[in-house]
């Protein structure tokens, strides 16, 4: 009974892992490139992102004009709509636009873009650094590659969302046919007991078996992390668990403009001041331009600690503060978890260490896909090998080719 049962598991393992091995890998190697993301990008994109403060004044020019010179990179017809401001000095501000395109041409994520534009600026001369299509480069190729598989996000979410539940049940059911018989066997399957004559295929089996098993806990947590974001479904469940079982409605406000004459000055300048001054020990500040008259300067407000972190509207017209949201203490212990939901699946709440650690659970994960697979086709192959060797000894010992 217990023989039928693991051959049972064992065939749904092996279909399983040949069914979304190749999407697992390729998560795999995007999430180890894409923890380290932060720290790799201004290393590799300098030239861009960073300027040389001007020695003898190190005051930004007003936010308005820098936001006038990317809007002249931009085709006629678009208009700037939302930017990236960091505290660090060095910093270049960001202006970006993204319209969508509604013709549903194409299956990749490339189609999804109408126009799609970055412009990067030197807050002390509102010089033009660097101005691009984003769609190409590097780190949105790799984010997109792990969020959709570069295909277009109705196509692609599923894909990658079903490829994990299965990467979850195949890491389950691998604890089952890894768990030993007895305390001999116990030895070979908790840690590498290689000698110098030990051939690569009992290396490759014991990578796949040991460190599936130590990584697998904490690879599925990371796993699970990704699924809120791949099934609204999955995201409203564990909200919904660490709410206590209880839906909880949204009940914010829509916040609009009051339609009045602007003041002498101009009001998005007004905002960034007032951001500054409120909140100066914040690392981003990514604000977003209205779209219609009654719309609102959109302000998040980024801090390291992201408990810290809010969301702020302000009037267009006069850069008045409307409402601060996004407090931590407001919110339920869903939404908590929904915000630090990026920081763990990352592991970036555990800093540079957490990083690390999730780097090296990427690496495995992808690892799997390649050692099962090899474990599969040396199985195979040995068959083949041996079904080869039998007809070579049938047709040898045939009687009817003997004259």
Same mark, same amino acid.
């Not at 001999?184 to 490759?204: H, L």
């Given at each position: 009974m217990k023989r039928n049962f693991k051959k049972l598991i064992g065939k749904i393992h092996l279909w399983l892992g040949l069914t979304s091995g190749l999407v697992v890998f390729i998560l795999g190697i995007t999430g180890c490139i894409w923890a380290f993301e932060e720290e790799i990008r201004p290393w590799i994109y300098s030239d861009k992102l960073f300027v040389h403060p001007p020695t003898e004044q190190n005051q930004h020019r007003a936010l308005s004009k820098n936001l006038d010179a990317a809007q002249q990179v931009l085709l006629p017809g678009y208009r700037i709509q939302r930017m990236t401001i960091h505290k660090d000095p060095e910093r270049t501000q960001l202006f970006r636009h993204y319209t969508r395109d509604t013709t549903n041409r194409g299956v990749w994520y490339w189609n999804e873009a109408e126009y799609s534009q970055s412009?990067?600026?030197?807050?002390? #001369?509102?010089?033009? @650094?660097?101005?691009?299509?984003?769609?190409? %480069?590097?780190?949105?190729? @790799?984010? /997109?590659?792990?969020? #959709?598989?570069?295909?277009?996000?109705?196509?692609?979410?599923?894909?990658?969302?079903?490829?994990?539940? +299965?990467?979850?049940?195949?890491?389950?059911?691998?604890?089952? !046919? /890894?768990?030993?018989?007895?305390?001999? #066997?116990?030895?070979?399957?908790? /840690?590498?007991?290689?000698?110098?004559?030990?051939?690569?295929?009992?290396?490759?089996?014991? !990578?796949?078996? +040991?460190?599936?098993?130590?990584?697998?806990? !904490?690879? +599925?947590?990371? %796993?699970?992390?990704? !699924?809120?974001?791949?099934?609204?479904?999955?995201?409203?469940? @564990?909200?919904?668990?660490?709410?206590?079982?209880k839906t909880i409605e949204n009940t914010s406000m829509k916040i609009k403009s009051t339609v009045t004459a602007s003041s002498a000055v101009v009001p998005l300048d007004i905002v960034y001041n007032t951001l500054r001054t409120d909140h100066a020990e914040a690392e981003v500040y990514y604000i977003g331009l209205p779209q219609d008259s009654t719309g609102t300067i959109g302000a998040y407000v980024e801090y390291e600690d992201r408990t810290k972190t809010v969301y702020q509207q302000y009037d267009q017209y006069s850069g008045k503060l409307l409402h601060t949201g996004g407090r931590w203490e407001e919110k339920t212990n869903g939404e908590k978890l929904s915000a630090l939901n990026y920081d763990i699946h990352v592991g970036a709440i555990g800093g540079l260490v957490g990083k690390t650690i999730a780097f090296f659970l990427s690496l495995f994960a992808a690892s799997l896909p390649v050692t099962g697979f090899m474990i599969w086709y040396g199985r195979k192959f040995k068959k083949r090998k041996r079904k080869s060797i039998g007809r070579k000894k049938t047709t040898t010992l045939n009687p009817s080719r003997i004259s």
């Open positions: 412009v990067y600026i030197n807050p002390y #001369s509102s010089e033009v @650094v660097a101005a691009e299509n984003p769609e190409f %480069a590097f780190f949105n190729v @790799v984010l /997109w590659m792990h969020w #959709s598989l570069l295909l277009k996000n109705e196509i692609g979410q599923p894909i990658v969302g079903m490829a994990t539940i +299965i990467f979850v049940i195949m890491l389950i059911t691998g604890l089952v !046919l /890894w768990w030993p018989r007895n305390k001999a #066997s116990r030895k070979q399957r908790v /840690w590498f007991r290689w000698k110098p004559t030990t051939k690569w295929k009992r290396k490759n089996y014991d !990578l796949h078996n +040991i460190l599936g098993f130590y990584s697998m806990f !904490l690879v +599925i947590f990371i %796993a699970l992390t990704g !699924l809120m974001w791949a099934f609204t479904w999955f995201n409203d469940g @564990v909200k919904w668990i660490a709410d206590g079982g």
